[in-house]
C-alpha cells in the first residue's frame, strides 16, 4: 500500500513539473508576440534589454531609432504586411548571395527596400528579415548589415 501511494505521489509530482514548464516556456515564448499573429517573414521587438533576434551572428547590433527613418517606415510596414513601395522587389527572398549573414537554406530571408531620399531608384537601403525573427539592415546594398533591435 506504502509503495502505491509512493507511486501516485511520485506521478502527481511528475505531472505538476511538466505542466509548470510548460506555463513558464508558454509564458516566456508568447511575452513578446503580440495577440495578433504577425504576418509572414516579420519579426516582433524583445522585451526592452534583452538580446534581439541574431544578435549571436557576431553582427553589431543597432537600435531601430539609430537607422534612417525610412527604416522605421519600412519596419511598420512589414509589420502590417504592406503595401510595400515597389511590390516586385519587397517582400521576396533574400538569398545571402554576399553571404554576410548566418548561412540558412534558400527561403529563409527576404528583404524589403528602406527608401533613399533623392534616389532615382531603389536605392542601396535594406532590411532583411529572417524566419527566427531577426530583422537585419544594411545601407550599402548588402555589402555589411547590422542587426536591428526593433525594441529599442
Not at 53 to 60: H, P, W
Not at 103 to 132: C, F, I, M, W
Request: glycine letters at 10%; zero cysteines.
Amino acid at each position: 500500500m506504502v509503495n502505491r501511494r509512493r507511486i501516485t505521489a511520485a506521478l502527481v509530482g511528475l505531472l505538476v513539473l511538466v505542466f509548470g514548464g510548460w506555463l513558464v516556456k508558454d509564458a516566456v515564448d508568447g511575452s513578446s508576440s503580440s495577440s495578433a499573429p504577425a504576418p509572414a517573414g516579420s519579426v516582433s521587438g524583445g522585451a526592452a534589454g534583452a538580446k534581439p533576434a541574431g544578435a549571436d551572428s557576431g553582427l553589431r547590433v543597432e537600435a531601430l531609432s539609430a537607422l534612417p527613418s525610412q527604416a522605421r517606415d519600412t519596419w511598420k510596414l512589414i509589420q502590417s504586411g504592406g503595401p510595400f513601395p515597389y511590390p516586385r522587389n519587397d517582400d521576396v527572398v533574400f538569398e545571402n548571395r554576399e553571404k554576410v549573414l548566418p548561412r540558412k537554406q534558400s527561403g529563409y530571408y527576404h528583404e524589403y527596400t528602406v527608401k533613399t531620399p533623392n534616389s532615382p531608384d531603389r536605392g542601396p537601403r535594406r532590411l532583411v528579415t529572417g524566419q527566427a525573427k531577426e530583422l537585419f539592415y544594411t545601407g550599402d546594398h548588402y555589402a555589411s548589415f547590422v542587426v536591428v533591435d526593433p525594441s529599442r
